[in-house]
């Protein structure tokens, strides 16, 4: 079986951050940042190269195939902010309608930029997956 390319490193977060090119991208780094420390009271960590991860959790597929991946999380792609909403979206219809401007793929949420959503109904979308993560998969 395939081993999981993208796990926990000690790479700073800060540096990652630092080295994002566009200002109005690194702002917004750090703004989804303060909302997912904010819900998940976590400090964030680099998972692989280029994911912001906060907290973690343990799965395994009927494939037997098995990992750790962060509950919720970012990265700044170059077309997107791309924030990793791993409970997925279907039972949160009510903010998905209020959120704003985006795109979604099965647990990821496409941002152009953070000012085309509520950032109020961002942060109760993500603390709303965090949690449904949590009572699915148990504290880690």
Not at 36 to 57: E, F, Q
Not at 73 to 99: C, H, V, W
Not at 102 to 128: F, M, Q, W
Request: glycine share 8%; aromatic share 10%.
């Amino acid at each position: 079986m395939a081993e999981l390319k993208t796990k926990k490193t000690e790479a700073s977060v800060d540096d990652f951050i630092a080295a994002i090119e566009d200002d109005q991208r690194r702002k917004d780094c750090k703004a989804v940042m303060a909302i997912m420390k904010r819900v998940t009271k976590s400090s964030p960590k680099m998972w692989g190269t280029n994911i912001v991860g906060y907290g973690s959790y343990h799965y395994k597929y009927a494939s037997g195939q098995e990992g750790d991946w962060p509950l919720t999380g970012f990265s700044p792609r170059k077309q997107n902010l791309t924030l990793y909403i791993m409970a997925g979206f279907d039972d949160y219809p009510e903010l998905m309608a209020k959120l704003g401007k985006y795109k979604t793929g099965k647990s990821c949420l496409y941002l152009k930029r953070l000012s085309d959503v509520d950032p109020a109904v961002l942060e109760k979308l993500v603390a709303a997956s965090v949690k449904d993560m949590k009572e699915h998969y148990g504290p880690k």
